[in-house]
């Protein structure tokens, strides 16, 4: 075997194992929001993008628990449109709906398979947040789902109505390109905003961040963590799955834990 084809190999084989670390474990991202209103230590957890991840369902949910939080939110793309392995997302919501109450956002594959399909599929219409809030005593959540057809107005006028709420507002949106789009989220008087949708940017090259993100295209702006504009905080979850291709490198899976501090 020439030195080169050895080279070759040994690259392959390292490659293999990075992609095969990087696309099986999941990990817990930890974010602290500070906030003057009465609702310090509320824990939420993210999920987002989970694409029927199978194999990372009982970590998956087995972390969550051990986050014990108020509220669980799931922030689109639960099923993936080329496989759309209902029982797996069905196993999910199951587990969760176990440990603290869950609501859920639709994303733009949800969008595509049609989302009334995907909540008769998962017997879920009742966790479903798309273009509604929920009122807590402490916060108030607003899921606006990624139906891209529909009108800018109708999202302005929710936001509107959803502002004028004098709690703890978060508002769940799938894509984090929505959060300084003019006259959208950060717009608005909210709190918090919760996003998905770009996988961390895929492929997270060191000390320098992300690759690649649909919508953004190479080294984007909103990849994962979290954001500032105006006075809202906007944090994007680096996705619990993979679409078609396990291609995440430097990117684990991840579910996001995050505690609201006074
Ligand atoms: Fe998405």
Redesign the pocket.
Known sequence: MSELLFTILVFLAFITFLLLLYNNVSVVKRYKVKTKKPCGGLKIVLIS?FHNNKRLLGSIVKKVRACAPDIIIIA??LVDRRRPDYKTAAQLLTALRGISDVYYVT???EAVLGRERVIEQLGCSDIVLDERYKIYERFSVLGIS?RIVDSMQQRQDLLALFERLDNFKIAVV??PTEFDREQTVSDYDIDLVLC??VHGGLIRIPFFGALLA?DEGFFPKYSKGMYKENDSVMIVSGGAGNTFLPLRLNNFPEIVSISIEN
């Open positions: 993008d689109g793309d994303g733009n594959h990624d799938h894509r998905g949708h649909p």
